[in-house]
């Protein structure tokens, strides 16, 4: 069993390297750190080229949040899925690390694969000195 999935694997390279039109390109997701359903401030600071989206209310936003990250409350999420690029890592936060993991969930059973939430949320963020863009 073990020798025909080695082989299936080195097919399927094989044909990525002959130039098959249907080969996807290989990418680390989430370079440096054991992907799964959250990750830490620490790591989600230390991503570079993720999509941070944020799940919080406006009044919430205006207060403080990641610089370039995407505003989409949770209530929203839903209708607004096209706004979220399925080609590139996805770091989900809120306030505190609860609305990030329901925003995460719909992303999942949207389909994204690339999506991960940030635990403590820009409270941990702002805790541990994080830089913080204010306004809209």
């Known amino acids: 069993m073990m020798t ?5 694997m080195v097919l399927v390279v094989a044909g990525g390297c002959a130039g098959s039109p249907a080969a996807a390109p290989t990418t680390t997701v989430f370079p440096n750190v054991v992907p799964g359903p959250e990750i ?3 790591d989600a600071a230390a991503f570079t080229g993720a999509f941070v989206l944020d799940v919080r209310e406006p009044s919430e936003w205006v207060t403080g949040h990641i610089a370039g990250a995407k505003l989409i409350p949770l209530g929203q999420l839903p ?4 706004e979220v690029p399925r080609d590139r890592a996805v770091v989900v936060v809120c306030r505190t690390g609860n609305r990030s993991a329901q925003g995460r969930d719909i992303l999942v059973g949207a ?3 690339a999506v991960t939430s940030m635990t403590g949320g820009m409270t941990d963020w702002i805790a541990q000195g994080n830089p913080v863009a204010t306004g809209n």
């Open 79 to 82: 209708t607004r899925l096209a």
């Open 40 to 42: 830490s401030v620490a």
């Open 111 to 113: 389909g994204y694969t």
């Open 4 to 8: 025909r999935l080695v082989l299936a």
